[in-house]
């Protein structure tokens, strides 16, 4: 387990369009959450408008498995046929400074993460959208992928879906500013427990 003492580790996870990336935008936005995000490492290709080292570290396959077998990521996982992954010092120096980070990784790097750090220093939160045919309306108007990529994020979601249950929170993206006042409610409230029991 990382050397480390404080600092809180976020989760969120949610299936493919069920609106993470635009609540977790919102959220850092929030400076009264005084929230940071882990920017991950991927073999995906950058979407247009993507830049190097702010979405994502975009690299080969090659150079992931590097990583991988230096032992440089906290977790990481194949996902729509990419891998994945947190970068491990990035994650210990943050978290050594006290920082509260938000890991957007899908539930199987939820579950590493989970079995390395005490559940007090862990925060899971599930996004849900409000029903599997909702969520294949939002991937068409987003027109960012192919049809052959919807197909199998619909496929997928529903395999998220299915890991809900091992989150400490499930919040379901009907109606975005519901969402976020709900999700930043969790937060708060994590962070006043911490605090309380330093
Ligand atoms: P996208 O390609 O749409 O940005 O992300 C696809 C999926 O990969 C999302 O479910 C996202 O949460 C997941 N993901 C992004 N970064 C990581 C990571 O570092 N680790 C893991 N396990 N999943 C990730």
């Known amino acids: 387990m990382p050397d480390v003492s404080q600092g809180l580790l976020i989760i969120l996870s949610a299936p493919s369009g069920a609106g993470k990336t635009s609540l977790v ?12 995000l ?30 991988v077998s230096k032992g440089r990521f906290l977790e990481w ?3 729509h046929g990419n891998f994945y992954g947190t970068s491990s010092e990035a994650i210990s120096e943050g978290l050594e400074q006290g920082g509260r980070i938000v890991l957007e990784i899908d ?24 029903s599997l045919s909702e969520l294949e309306r939002r991937l068409r108007a987003r027109g960012q992928d192919s049809e052959a990529v919807i197909s199998a994020r619909l496929l997928a979601a529903e395999e998220e ?26 937060i708060r409230q994590r962070i006043s427990q911490s605090i309380q029991s330093v």
């Not at 991927?42 to 975009?58: D, I, K, Q, V």
């Not at 579950?111 to 390395?116: C, D, T």
């Open 38 to 67: 882990s920017v991950s490492t991927t073999t995906r290709a950058p979407r247009p408008g993507e830049a190097n080292g702010r979405e994502y570290f975009f690299c080969s396959e090659s150079e992931f498995k590097q990583e």
């Open 77 to 79: 996982a194949e996902v």
């Open 25 to 36: 935008r919102a959220l850092l936005q929030d400076a009264t959450l005084g929230l940071s």
């Open 107 to 130: 539930w199987q790097g939820a579950r590493q993460v989970r079995s390395k750090f005490p559940p007090q220093q862990i925060l899971s939160i599930f996004i849900e959208p409000p």
């Open 161 to 186: 879906l299915s890991h809900a249950k091992e989150f400490d929170h499930v919040i379901m993206n009907q109606e975005f500013s519901k969402a976020l006042r709900d999700l930043s409610d969790v």
